[in-house]
């Protein structure tokens, strides 16, 4: 099992920057892929990026490649996602999730609740 705390969230302005981290605990962490996850008020759950156990393989949603870079520090049992170019449209509760089932962003993307652990989320709002 492991337990994830993400952290970072706040207000900023459009073509600012946040960096999120995700706090895990557990036994298994250094076994876990891992992602980011987002969902904006009133819309579905969406994949932002994905880290294999590693590190060594990174995978991002479109609407977000090239702005946003996703690395973990196993040594620390804590990943980030850093964002910059913020815009209002990247406004929503950002979630950190573990999964036992290995690196797959294809199939993260294609069902972005299928996750097998999750935090609690971190509230990012970015004003124009």
């Known amino acids: 099992q492991v337990q994830l705390v993400e952290s970072g969230g706040g207000l900023v302005q459009a073509g600012g920057s946040l960096r999120l981290s995700c706090a895990a605990s557990g036994r298994t962490f250094r076994s876990y892929a891992m992602g980011w996850f987002r969902q904006a008020p009133g819309k579905e759950r969406e994949f932002v990026a994905a880290?294999?156990?590693?590190?060594?393989?990174?995978y991002y949603a479109d609407s977000v490649k090239g702005r946003f870079t996703i690395s973990r520090d196993n040594a620390k049992n804590t990943v980030y996602l850093q964002m910059n170019s913020l815009k209002p449209d990247d406004t929503a509760v950002y979630y950190c999730?573990?999964?036992?089932?290995?690196?797959?962003?294809?199939?993260?993307?294609?069902?972005?609740?299928?996750?097998?652990?999750w935090g609690k989320g971190t509230l990012v709002t970015v004003s124009s």
């Open positions: 880290i294999s156990w590693s590190g060594d393989s990174t």
């Open positions: 999730a573990a999964t036992t089932a290995g690196y797959n962003p294809y199939s993260w993307y294609r069902d972005p609740y299928g996750m097998d652990y």
